[in-house]
């Protein structure tokens, strides 16, 4: 380490091995202080070591209170409170299923696809329950009302083609 001066101040000239000593860090690292400015450079393997310890420590500190401005405090507070939100609703779900307040939609769709089994086999039965208790009803008038039955069953099944 060299002293010299520098505008009527004394200026600490250190090389690149013995600031990554002093800073315990590896080369790789220096340089990539270096890119981003906080590693303050005089030329060639040659730092200033007053320059370069404020502008790390300052860089530690935000990184060790997780700032990287205020834009990067906004976002990061806006995630958490994003976060706790989803966190808070997902145990909202499951105290209501908890409380049998919920159901799945899977087990809606499969009772609701029972029902309406029940339902198209009743209305299919029509035709052949009217045969038995009307019999002056013909076969020709039996089969007329199963056909529009039958009809009317695959209008609905395609209604939201």
């Given amino acids: 380490m060299t002293e010299f001066q520098l505008g009527g101040e004394s200026v600490h000239r250190i ?90 939609a899977q087990e809606v769709s499969q009772e609701w696809a029972g029902v309406l089994r029940q339902v198209r086999a009743r209305i299919l039965s029509v035709p052949s329950r009217l045969r038995a208790a009307l019999p002056q009803i013909g076969p020709a008038e039996v089969a007329a009302i199963d056909r529009e039955i039958r009809t009317a069953l695959e209008e609905l099944a395609h209604a939201d083609d």
């Avoid at 530690?60 to 989803?86: D, P």
């Fill in 15 to 104: 090389s690149g091995p013995d600031m990554c000593e002093l800073l315990a860090i590896s080369p790789a690292a220096l340089s990539d202080l270096k890119k981003r400015g906080i590693a303050v450079r005089f030329g060639h393997d040659a730092y200033d070591l007053g320059a370069t310890v404020s502008a790390y420590v300052a860089h530690l500190r935000g990184v060790a209170s997780a700032r990287g401005g205020e834009e990067h405090v906004l976002a990061l507070t806006t995630e958490r409170a994003r976060l706790a939100k989803e966190q808070a609703d997902a145990q909202a779900l499951k105290n209501a299923a908890l409380r049998g307040e919920m159901v799945s």
